[in-house]
């Protein structure tokens, strides 16, 4: 496992694109989940989507349909494409791991964000309407 670095932020109108990539991302676990999360000035962090050794994937509602998480494994880059942004959607994104966990843990409310070991420093996504 190594430390994770967040890129592709930055500022775009409301509806506009930008895709999130994460690097360098590796477990050596057998049970481990990787998630995008993010937080706003004043709002607690929250998970937004989340892919684990089992391939399975999960969003947040407030998401789905417009982020897509995915993973270049040869390259060990964790990815979230944003599509039709908004407003809302800005924050300080971060990507994170969490070793033992699974998808469905972390957008089950199982789990908080303490709960996951291994954090990049942010990328700041500004949406303007």
């Known amino acids: 496992q190594v430390d994770l670095v967040e890129s592709g932020g930055g500022s775009v109108q409301a509806g506009g694109s930008l895709r999130l990539s994460c690097a360098a991302f590796k477990s050596t676990y057998s049970t481990y989940c990787m998630a995008w999360f993010r937080q706003a000035p004043g709002k607690r962090r929250e998970v937004v989507a989340a892919i684990d050794n089992f391939d399975d994937i999960r969003y947040a509602d407030s998401v789905k349909g417009r982020f897509t998480i995915s993973q270049d494994n040869a390259n060990n880059i964790l990815y979230l494409q944003m599509d039709s942004l908004k407003p809302e959607d800005s924050a300080m994104y971060y990507c994170?791991?969490?070793?033992?966990?699974?998808?469905?843990?972390?957008?089950?409310?199982?789990?908080?964000?303490?709960?996951?070991?291994?954090w990049g420093q942010g990328t700041q996504v500004t949406v303007s309407s």
């Open positions: 994170a791991e969490g070793v033992g966990l699974t998808a469905v843990m972390a957008l089950g409310g199982m789990v908080r964000p303490t709960d996951f070991h291994y």
